[in-house]
Each structure stands twice: as structure tokens, then as C-alpha cells.
């Protein structure tokens, strides 16, 4: 009868964190295996002293590199790979001999750890079992003493051999973080926390729950050891000095998706103290503890604005949210056009961009905005009628693409079919339109239309039209319609002249 392989978590180090049951397997198991680098030492073993007895066969897995150079022909891997081999031998040599093996594992046995490439090569071949142990990452959030996670925040665990931007982009792209595998990779660990924004909140824990436990500032951490983390606490409960003042950040969210909200956006959302937004908009961001969120109607926009820059001039870090980009048809010309007051002055505003409503249509059917193009909006709530007329009449003589926003709305019913005669006046009715709706929402749908066959009772207010110009071509493939407005003009590009749509040659 073969024996039993134990893969025993024993935790980061503490000897009084190893559990009940792996202090037990320990204690039973005829031969007790941990690795170690090429100096002896095994902090694994270390860990587990309490728990041997005497009479058991001790494995020492010695690593035959970790962080040096090595002559083997297949390089480091190569290296690595054939000790593994020999490694899973020396101990299938035990089990195969009835004798069960403790393999003990720093932390927990799946989670960064050597044993896995033991578990790999022989959990098929015998009977195995895993015991879980305390990670380092909840050692090194309990020794910070910061709760790491809450709620709907994402924690990600990274290693910090990670190239350097790739770190940084995900770090921006959480709201909590961990950062194993360090030493000689701290240096770019700490550039990417600081690129990120992350820095001032970063702490550095250094050998986690043993006597030389240290923790400190992750912008003063120096002489970095392997075992070591870097922690990005949850942002719910990360202290922050008071700022001298408040400011007003003018966000967008882009047009529905959350995967098209950027970076530099969720993390102003995160650092907020008050959301400032209309209804819909403000409902499509995640509830933090303890920010404030006023949300009101979508006709108020200088009332909004003002009350951004008050709470702003009260010391709160305010985040306006407009959907797509704010400063397309949306809050941030508002809220600079009221902070030209004088009154509102000493506020600081600053805008980040989000991804525009039109950019999103165009993107599903192609590149229709691909050359010279204007954006116009239909409302005449802002502007007189006879203003929208003049610019449709310019840009359509201009042979330029242009996207329509707020097309039509309940009270508003009559416009589009009013742009489709002006336009009619300059371009022929096979000018492709893209008509886009709900993008990238539940409802989505984006269809291409001839100028002449446009629906002007079909058009509502989620949607937005592209309306092409004389060099517009309209390819059709087996996977749907794509648009594209070429940037040439002349012999490259033939252009029918009854259609004023441009054909392949």
C-alpha cells in the first residue's frame, strides 16, 4: 500500500499560526520534506520545529538556484525543471514505500508556493491531500493593521516581477493590492505604486508575524528582502490628511459600459468625498462608505455646478459625473462656465476625458469619423432652432462625416426629419447613416441606413446617428456592414457621382 502525500500549509512564519490539524499531520507524518535555497536554511522547517518528533525522515529540497545565475544548458528554467523532477522522485520514493510525507509550505500550498510543482507531479500518482494555511497577505494586512478589502472592492494580488507598467496599470486598476516576490524587483515596485497613485497609501511589511517583523512607509522601505509584500490597503479606510482645500474633478464615465470607464476616472471616483451628477449617471457608480451623493434632475446643470464648487470651497473633494465625455454636451463647460465667477475663483477644477458617445457607434461599425468631422446637437434647449439649421447646412455643404446627438426625445419628434431635408440639400440619399443605440448597453443596437431611407419616427433619445460623407464607404462582409471615411481624396478613391457614396476601386 503507497502512502499519503500532505501538501501542509504552516502560515508566514509564526509557529503559533500553523492550524490545529497541520500541527497534527506534522507531528504523524513518517517523513517531514521543505525546501530551501542553497544556504540551508529552511524558514519552512523552521516554522514547523514545534511540531516534529523524533524517528522521522527529514527531505531538504535544496533549490539549486532562486535568484543567481547558473551554468546549466537549459539556463534557469532548465535548471528548475530538472529539480522538480528529482525533487517528485525523492519523495515518490517514500510514498511508493508506504511512508507518508509531509511537504510543508510557507503560507498556504496553493498560493505561491513550491509545492505546487510537487502537487503537479504526483497528486495523480497518490492519494493527497492539502491543508490550508494563513497566506502572507493576511499576515501583512494584519501587521499594518488596516482592513485590506470590503464590500464590492476588488483586491488584486500581484508579483513584483511583473514588468513596470504592467504593474502600474493594475494597480490603477484596483482599489486594494498586494505585491509579493520582491527584493531586487522594489525598486520598479515602488515606481509603479508611485505612477499609479498609490504610493502615499503603500505600506511595506517585511517577514510578516516572526520576531523580525517590520513595517514601514513603502516610499522608505530600503535593503528589501524576498519575503516581503507591499500592501495597498482598502481605500475605505485609508487615512488621509485633511487637503488644505477642496477641488472639483470633472469626470466622464463613458457611454455605458464599465469596461470603458478609464483608470484615471475610477480612481478620482474612489478618492471622492461627494458625487455631484444627474440621477442616472450618478446610480451607474458603486456605493462607498461614507461618500456623499447628490444627485438631481438632468436640466439643472448650473445649479449642479454651483453646488460642486460650494461643497469644494468647503473642503470636499468633489467628483461631477457626466456619462461619455464631460466635455461633450455634458457638465464640465458648465462648471468652468460658473467657476469664471469671481466668487468661485480660489476653486481648483480639473477635467478628465472619458470615451464620447459617437467614438463608441463609430467603433462598432468601423471608422466612419475616420477624417475631418463635427458634432452637432439637435436640442434647441440650449440654443435657438434657426442656430442648429445654419450649422447643419455648413457642415453638410462641407462634405465633412458628422454625429448627432440628443436626436430626438419624448417633446422632441419633429428634428430628425427636419436634418434629413437639409442634408438631402447637399448630399445624395445613399449617404450611409449609422444609427447607434444604447451602446454598449443592455439594449444595444447599431443598424446603417441610406440617408434617404432614415426613419425619423424610429429615432429616440438613446440614440446617436453618424451621418457620412462623400468619400463614406459602406463595405459589406459576411460578420455585418463596416464604415470607414478614407482619409484620401483623388484617384485612390472612386466616388460614384448620382450617390455621394464613395465606392472600392
Known amino acids: 500500500m503507497t502512502g499519503k502525500l500532505w501538501g501542509v500549509g504552516i502560515g508566514p512564519g509564526d509557529p503559533e499560526l500553523v492550524t490545529v490539524k497541520a500541527a497534527r499531520v506534522i507531528s504523524d507524518a513518517d517523513v517531514v520534506a521543505f525546501h530551501s535555497a542553497r544556504h540551508g536554511k529552511s524558514i519552512s522547517r523552521r516554522t514547523a520545529e514545534p511540531y516534529l518528533r523524533e524517528g522521522q525522515i527529514e527531505e531538504h529540497l535544496v533549490y539549486p538556484v532562486t535568484t543567481e545565475g547558473t551554468d546549466h544548458p537549459g539556463g534557469y528554467d532548465g535548471a528548475l525543471a530538472d529539480f522538480y523532477v528529482e525533487a517528485s522522485e525523492r519523495l515518490a520514493a517514500h510514498l511508493e514505500a508506504g511512508r507518508s510525507v509531509a511537504l510543508l509550505a510557507a503560507g498556504d500550498p496553493m498560493f505561491y508556493s513550491s509545492y505546487q510543482h510537487m502537487h503537479v507531479r504526483l497528486a495523480h500518482r497518490f492519494e493527497t491531500e492539502v491543508i490550508p494555511g494563513v497566506t502572507s497577505v493576511s499576515a501583512a494586512s494584519a501587521a499594518v493593521g488596516e482592513p485590506l478589502v470590503e464590500g464590492e472592492e476588488v483586491l488584486t494580488i ?26 531586487r524587483t522594489y525598486p520598479a515596485v515602488r515606481e509603479a505604486l508611485r505612477d499609479s497613485g498609490k504610493l502615499a497609501e503603500a505600506r511595506y511589511v517585511e517577514r510578516a508575524s516572526t520576531v523580525g517583523e517590520r513595517v514601514l512607509a513603502a516610499e522608505d522601505a530600503t535593503d528589501v528582502p524576498y519575503f516581503s509584500i507591499a500592501v495597498v490597503s482598502s481605500p475605505s479606510y485609508v487615512v488621509r490628511d485633511p487637503a488644505p482645500s477642496g477641488e472639483v474633478v470633472v469626470v466622464g464615465l463613458g457611454p455605458g459600459a464599465d469596461a470603458w470607464t478609464t483608470p484615471e476616472v475610477r480612481e478620482e471616483l474612489a478618492h471622492a468625498t461627494d458625487l455631484v451628477g444627474y440621477t442616472t449617471y450618478i446610480d451607474r457608480v458603486p456605493t462607498r462608505p461614507g461618500q456623499r451623493r447628490h444627485a438631481s434632475d438632468n436640466k439643472v446643470e448650473s445649479e449642479r455646478a454651483e453646488m460642486a464648487l460650494d461643497l469644494a470651497s468647503r473642503g470636499a473633494r468633489v467628483v461631477v459625473v457626466s456619462s461619455g465625455d464631460p466635455g461633450v454636451f455634458a457638465m464640465a463647460s458648465a462648471v468652468l462656465e460658473v467657476a469664471a465667477q469671481e466668487r468661485w475663483r480660489s476653486v481648483p477644477v480639473r477635467v478628465c476625458p472619458g470615451v464620447t458617445a459617437a467614438n463608441a457607434v463609430a467603433s462598432r461599425v468601423g471608422a466612419p469619423l475616420g ?23 455648413a457642415v453638410a455643404a462641407a462634405d465633412m462625416a458628422f454625429a448627432v446627438y440628443n436626436p430626438a426625445s419624448r417633446t422632441r419628434t419633429w428634428q430628425v426629419e427636419a436634418l434629413k431635408t437639409m442634408v438631402l440639400e447637399h448630399r445624395g440619399p445613399d449617404t450611409p447613416v449609422v444609427i447607434g443605440r444604447d451602446v454598449s448597453g443592455p439594449e444595444e443596437s447599431v443598424t ?10 424610429s429615432i429616440d433619445m438613446r440614440c446617436l446617428l453618424i451621418v457620412g460623407a462623400s468619400t463614406t464607404t459602406v463595405d459589406h462582409t459576411p460578420d455585418g456592414p463596416r464604415v470607414f471615411t478614407s482619409r484620401r481624396y483623388g484617384s485612390d478613391l472612386t466616388v460614384t457621382s448620382t450617390a455621394g457614396v464613395a465606392s472600392r476601386p
Request: proline share 5%; net charge neutral.
Open 448 to 457: 446603417v441606413v441610406r440617408l434617404g431611407d432614415l426613419d425619423a419616427s
Open 158 to 183: 500581484l508579483p513584483g516581477t511583473l514588468p513596470q507598467a504592467e504593474l502600474t496599470r493594475r494597480l490603477r486598476d484596483t482599489d486594494s493590492a498586494a505585491i509579493l516576490k520582491l527584493g
Open 371 to 393: 477624417h475631418d468631422y463635427a458634432v452637432i446637437s439637435l436640442s434647441d434647449r440650449l440654443k435657438p432652432w434657426d442656430v442648429v439649421e445654419r450649422r447643419i447646412h
